[in-house]
């Protein structure tokens, strides 16, 4: 089955296609893109090979004739932690083959593809000697995974390297309110709130021709070190600390991100 909405259509400048354009992500970087849409799971389903590779090669086919790379950031994700322990089926058809779909539609078409990838992939045991040299950096080995999310999100990052032309960009965020009464104290990260990190994320999507052209295919962008309890507070001064004994899954102790390889790829452009 192919793309049915007609209300989708590519602007200028350069063609941006943003799966899983209902989401959290898509809604914070749709208007920082010029040129991008974010069509919502209703019109764009990435279990749907048929609806992929229509959408994927219409983006190509605006891209040739304007000269353009065409870019596909697949943001499109089943993020819920807890739920993926029991939802087991929906969150890998969604994380691993929708990520299966996207990338082998670009690779048939020629598009770039960026690939929403997050810091869960590591073990996130705590290691003071990584600590000091800012977290984990982009070719450091991943897992073992924490939870089946996490396992899923390992996956799609094998997944992806089918698309020849591709960046993995690993990152962390939350919504603009933190939504729950409690924060944990003992994980570290590199999240910050999305509303923060969607115009440096948006840099990295503009830039990511350049940077692949490099033979870059991995990047990390995301905040500075801190708590999830201190990450809570800065906008809910009354969050509750608490630890990650009480989420019911799995949780990493330290997924702090390096940055460090994307400040030197941003200073130099």
């Not at 070719?139 to 089946?148: A, I, V």
């Not at 440096?200 to 830039?207: D, F, K, N, P």
Request: hydrophobic residues 40%.
């Amino acid at each position: 089955m192919g793309l049915a909405s007609p209300a989708i259509r590519y602007p200028e400048p350069v063609p941006i296609l943003i799966t899983g354009g209902g989401g959290r992500l898509a809604r914070e970087l749709l208007p920082l893109l010029p040129g991008a849409i974010g069509p919502t799971r209703a019109e764009l389903d990435v279990t749907d090979p048929g609806q992929v590779d229509a959408a994927v090669q219409a983006l190509a086919q605006r891209a040739h004739a304007a000269g353009e790379d065409g870019i596909v950031v697949h943001a499109a994700a089943y993020t819920d932690v807890r739920a993926a322990e029991d939802d087991r089926d929906a969150c890998y058809r969604t994380n691993v083959l929708g990520t299966r779909h996207v990338a082998a539609a670009c690779a048939r078409h020629g598009a770039l593809l960026v690939h929403v990838s997050t810091d869960y992939v590591f073990a996130g045991d705590a290691d003071p000697e990584r600590a000091a040299r800012g977290g984990y950096r982009e070719d450091d080995e991943r897992g073992p995974t924490r939870n089946y999310y996490a396992q899923t999100k390992l996956l799609a990052e094998d997944e992806a390297r089918a698309a020849p032309r591709r960046l993995l960009l690993r990152t962390s965020f939350r919504p603009r309110e933190w939504p729950y009464a409690s924060g944990f104290t003992d994980v570290r990260t590199s999240q910050t709130y999305v509303d923060e990190l969607a115009p440096e994320l948006a840099e990295a999507i503009r830039l990511a021709p350049a940077i692949v052209a490099q033979g870059i295919h991995t990047l990390h962008v995301a905040g500075a070190p801190t708590t999830v309890f201190e990450l809570a507070r800065r906008r809910k001064p009354d969050v509750r600390p608490a630890s990650k004994a009480e989420a019911g899954v799995d949780l990493p102790d330290d997924v702090v991100l390096s940055t460090a390889l994307w400040r030197r790829l941003r200073d130099a452009c």
